[in-house]
């Protein structure tokens, strides 16, 4: 059933929708004075675009925003400081997209394993940090190299007591050490943009020349990081990722990630359980209703935006299993009790990393158990004794009694960006659509929160 309420002046978003069985909820927020209205610069009035008949009517509203994913979100946010009257439409029943926790029997479980850096410069403009209340993880990770041996290796800037462990384990000749230790330095004081302007490679033939290091750390590191197996992403890219390991600690929100996009979303108009099923640009349509604006953004995973955007080029995508588990045993009786990163440079079975998530945010599983999240690439059906088979050696602990709390199957995690590929696409189309999201910039949360700025910018500049 859809409700349809005509604001108080001419061009304000006053809908108040309601889709069928599963009500959609429909925030407001109040337009600031002196902002621009929708319709502004033709006395009130927009052409529709000819597919929709090319006759005249007042906006609805600004600007429509399709999906409220980290991308849709920040641009929402942008457009609304700017003062224009906004709306997002999102098909599911949370913000976030693809940053989703979800609780089941009171643990937290983020849908697919996944951390913010700190240190993403966007994520820095974008976020209160505080509010978040991040836990960090270890700066480093944890190489098990056989059954009985596990090597922790940590930035020892960050965690001197492990230097010893660090200078013991870190693979490769003492050539390879120096060379990788000084791409970090370099990496770490290098503008993003200056970095962006190395001539590209794969990562595989980029980190070639840190020899055992790369074989032996980096690629196993990377696989999980990136999705990607072959490394053939973009050193460029990969670079980017480096640099940010460098110079933040990853974290999660003490809560679950779900924290970030609700953080976004506060005080925007969003009508949750509204799938959009066609655009132009300048209506939306839902469907129970068509939406006029003055501007439309495609902000969906990139799959949907080229299902609504007819020739919009989409390259790989990339898939990947995370699996849920609470131990039999308490956080401390693994990895030392810390949240670090298990990898297994041998590739002995299918998880690329494993991690006692409650070690760093012990409020994910309030009773106090130990929560695990182990991740594979590729969304297919894993045999759980492999996955329990592997998970005993990466742990070096039984986990044949370990709980399965959930399995996230991900047919989507993120776009592939394999050398060659711009850093940045353009996110205004000839067709006059704008479209934002992880696809059009790096594939990453700092990617997603870049995409929502500049299409912003780009629609201010069309509306001025
Ligand atoms: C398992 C996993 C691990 C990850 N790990 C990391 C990590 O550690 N660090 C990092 O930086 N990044 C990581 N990422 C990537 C990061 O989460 C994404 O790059 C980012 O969230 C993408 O945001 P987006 O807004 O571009 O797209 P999305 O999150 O896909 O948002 C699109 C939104 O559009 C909505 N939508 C789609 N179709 C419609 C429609 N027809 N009508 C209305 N709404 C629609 C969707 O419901 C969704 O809410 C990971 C991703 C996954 C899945």
Redesign the pocket.
């Known amino acids: 059933m859809v409700r349809s309420m005509k604001g108080s002046s001419a061009g304000s978003c006053g809908l108040v929708i309601q889709a069928g069985c599963a009500p959609s909820q429909h925030r407001r927020v109040a337009r600031p004075q002196g902002a621009p209205s929708a319709g502004r610069d033709h006395d009130g009035l927009v052409s529709t675009h000819p597919e929709h008949g090319g006759s005249h009517r007042l906006p609805d509203c600004d600007v429509a925003i399709?999906?409220?994913?980290?991308?849709?979100?920040a641009a929402a946010r942008h457009l609304t400081t700017a003062g224009f009257n906004v709306r997002v439409?999102?098909?599911?029943a949370a913000?976030?997209?693809?940053?989703r926790s979800e609780s089941i029997d009171g643990i937290t479980v983020d849908?697919?394993?996944?951390?913010?850096?700190p240190a993403?410069p966007e994520a820095q403009r974008m976020l209160d940090f505080d509010d978040l209340s991040l836990r960090p993880f270890v700066a480093g990770v944890l190489l098990r190299e056989s059954e009985g041996k596990a090597s922790l290796i940590a930035d020892p800037m960050r965690h001197p007591a492990d230097v010893v462990s660090t200078a013991l384990h870190v693979p490769g000749s003492r050539l390879q050490q120096i060379r990788f230790v000084a791409e970090i330095l370099r990496l770490a004081r290098m503008n993003p943009r200056a970095l962006e302007q190395r001539p590209d490679l794969t990562a595989r033939e980029a980190l070639s020349r840190f020899g055992k290091i790369s074989d032996d750390l980096l690629a196993a590191f990377l696989s999980g990081?990136l999705?990607d197996d072959s490394l053939t992403t973009s050193r460029r890219f990969v670079d980017l990722v480096l640099r940010s390991f460098v110079r933040g600690t990853?974290a999660v929100p003490a809560t679950g990630m779900q924290r970030i996009p609700d953080q976004l979303a506060r005080g925007l108009d969003i009508a949750l359980n509204?799938?959009?099923?066609a655009v132009t640009p300048s209506t939306v349509a839902?469907e129970s209703e068509t939406v006029h604006a003055r501007a439309i953004i495609v902000?969906?995973?990139?799959r949907?935006a080229a299902t609504?955007i007819p020739g919009l080029a989409i390259g790989e995508l990339r898939s990947?299993t995370?699996w849920w588990h609470l131990a039999d045993s308490p956080g401390s009786a693994l990895t030392n009790g810390r949240p670090v990163l298990v990898i297994d440079p041998r590739r002995t079975g299918p998880l690329v990393n494993s991690v006692v998530l409650s070690n760093a945010a012990p409020a994910y599983a309030p009773d106090g158990r130990a929560l695990i999240a182990s991740?594979a690439l590729g969304a297919g059906q894993f045999d759980d004794s492999d996955v329990r088979r592997h998970l005993s050696y990466l742990h070096g602990i039984d986990t044949s009694r370990w709980d399965v709390v959930a399995v996230?199957r991900?047919d989507?995690?993120?776009p592939a960006m394999p050398a060659g590929t711009p850093l940045r696409k353009p996110v205004v189309l000839d067709n006059g659509l704008f479209v934002?999201?992880?696809?059009r910039d790096t594939?990453?949360?700092?990617?997603?929160l870049v995409?929502?700025r500049r299409v912003a910018a780009a629609v201010q500049h069309a509306l001025a």
């Open positions: 399709v999906g409220a994913g980290i991308a849709g979100l439409f999102e098909a599911g913000v976030g997209g693809r940053v849908i697919g394993f996944q951390l913010i850096n993403y990081v999705f990853p509204t799938r959009v099923r839902t902000a969906c995973d990139p949907t609504l990947g995370t991740t996230h991900l989507l995690t993120v934002a999201g992880d696809h594939p990453s949360l700092q990617g997603a995409s929502g």
